[in-house]
């Protein structure tokens, strides 16, 4: 009898505010440790946490996006647990009533479209953070990230497979920087992935879950859980039963190991904060946010289809990043629209390959999206070729200026004088006698030698079309 898998992720996203959630402590990532927290941070005795307004607005983003129940009162509670890295003894965070309630998000596996559940989005503040092996056998704790505001974002338990899940946190990840409301770093931590795993035979309860915590890439996280799934079932195959617990993922072996138990809600104690008052939210709120969304992921990508003539890979590749999106639009609007589909090429071969090469995102381009339309307005205008193109841009990768400038100075521009180039192809063809018969023997392919030596003799100027329309009329006397 078959197992069936059932997973929820716990998303943790950092808010792109300027400070933290109940205090003006700054949030900047890399900072001295321990000094970026400040005695409300720390929960010192007389201190009364002030809530950060921007995070309001910021969840209210979320909501909408996710097509959410928007909890219009929303009350921050205490949840008590110990740990080196809490100062307070306690995390201020939601329960019962969320900023963000129930929505979803639509995912695609293998063509296939399913709805993913969202169980509740709250606010709550982050812990510190226990930093090993700086002294050896010693640890020590860093307080900057205490008090950094922080969504924690959880699914319903839709999930039937490991691949479903990473398609789940890739899509939020990327919603979450459309909307401009997490910079999605997982290096840093700004965006942390919980995968909750467990296995059942069809039909039963759900089973018993464990927690795969911190993993910070989408790789791991893929590869955590299917090491997770083979090894509750082999456990639960031999008789055994399943704990549950937090574990983590040791990447190098490729295994979960078990770090501590996992507890239940009511484990920690929550409680309304008595020194924060319920947040009220008004209808009037909720549609100034509505009035300032950005077009989300899925409605650009339908746009690019339907406006750009772009096929569905090409808009989902040039979608993935809201950064990405917004310099290939640029590149089009600077040509006037004329090809986005040529503009789509360049952006997505020539240059993103050239960024990944060089380690590089699209935000620290070399190269401007006023200056790649520059290039491809020459190849539109036959100036250049697509062939001298590449040679263009690797010139301005390396800054040596704009197009025009290195056209100018590199004597790139195409030739385009019939005559001239009627004559490099009378030169070819009479230096080329048996291979004219070949052709003219039926031997068609010996065209793309012919194209080969005009272009040779041009230098690579000749303008490529041109060239074969010459070369079949001069061919077919």
């Not at 380690?359 to 491809?376: F, R, V």
């Not at 290195?406 to 048996?434: F, R, Y």
Request: aromatic fraction near 6%; hydrophobic fraction near 35%; proline fraction near 4%.
């Amino acid at each position: 009898m078959s197992w069936e898998v059932v997973i929820g992720l716990e998303i943790h996203a950092q808010l792109t505010t300027q400070t933290k959630i109940f205090s003006g402590s700054s949030i900047a990532y890399g900072a001295e440790p321990n000094t970026q927290a400040c005695a409300i941070d720390l929960g010192m005795p007389g201190m009364l946490p002030v809530l950060n307004e921007a995070v309001i607005g910021k969840s209210i983003r979320l909501a909408l996006a996710l097509n959410a129940e928007i909890g219009k009162k929303s009350v921050f509670e205490r949840k008590n647990y110990f740990y080196p890295d809490l100062p307070k003894g306690y995390q201020t965070s939601q329960l019962e009533y969320p900023i963000v309630g129930k929505g979803h998000l639509e995912i695609e596996v293998d063509g296939e479209k399913k709805k993913i559940g969202v169980t509740r989005a709250h606010l709550e503040e982050d812990a510190g953070k226990s930093v090993h092996g700086i002294v050896p056998g010693m640890s020590g704790i860093d307080l900057n990230r205490a008090g950094t505001p922080l969504l924690e974002i959880v699914s319903e338990p839709d999930m039937r497979s490991a691949k479903e899940a990473v398609a789940y946190a890739r899509k939020m990840h990327e919603l979450v920087q459309y909307l401009g409301i997490c910079d999605g770093n997982m290096q840093e931590g700004s965006f942390r992935v919980d995968s909750n795993v467990s296995v059942r035979r069809p039909g039963e309860p759900l089973g018993t879950r464990t927690e795969l915590k911190n993993i910070n890439s989408f790789r791991f996280i893929e590869k955590a859980i299917e090491f997770e799934i083979e090894r509750q079932i082999e456990i639960l195959e031999s008789g055994g039963k399943i704990v549950q617990e937090t574990r983590l993922y040791d990447a190098d072996n490729d295994v979960t190991r078990s770090m501590r138990t996992k507890e239940e809600a009511n484990d920690y104690r929550y409680f309304p904060c008595p020194d924060l008052l319920p947040v009220m939210i008004t209808d009037e709120d909720i549609e100034a946010v509505r009035a300032q969304m950005p077009e989300l992921p899925d409605a650009k990508r339908a746009r690019y289809v339907s406006e750009f003539g772009l096929n569905d890979y090409d808009a989902g590749v040039l979608t993935a990043s809201r950064q990405l999106a917004e310099y290939y639009e640029a590149v089009v609007s600077q040509t006037q629209g004329k090809d986005p589909k040529l503009c789509a090429n360049w952006v997505m071969t020539d240059l993103s390959g050239a960024l990944n090469k060089a380690g590089l995102s699209i935000s620290d381009s070399p190269i401007t999206a006023e200056q790649l339309a520059g290039m491809i307005e020459r190849i539109l205008d036959d100036t250049i070729s697509g062939k001298i193109a590449k040679q263009v841009f690797d010139a301005m990768w390396k800054g040596e200026g704009t197009a025009d400038e290195i056209i100018e100075s590199k004597g790139l521009k195409q030739i385009t004088d019939s005559s001239a180039i009627e004559a490099l192809v009378d030169e070819v063809l009479a230096n080329n006698p048996s291979q004219v018969e070949a052709y003219k023997g039926g031997q068609e392919k010996m065209l793309g030698y012919f194209v080969g030596q005009v272009m040779k003799a041009s230098g690579g100027q000749a303008n490529p079309g041109q060239v074969n329309q010459i070369l079949k009329a001069k061919l077919s006397d």
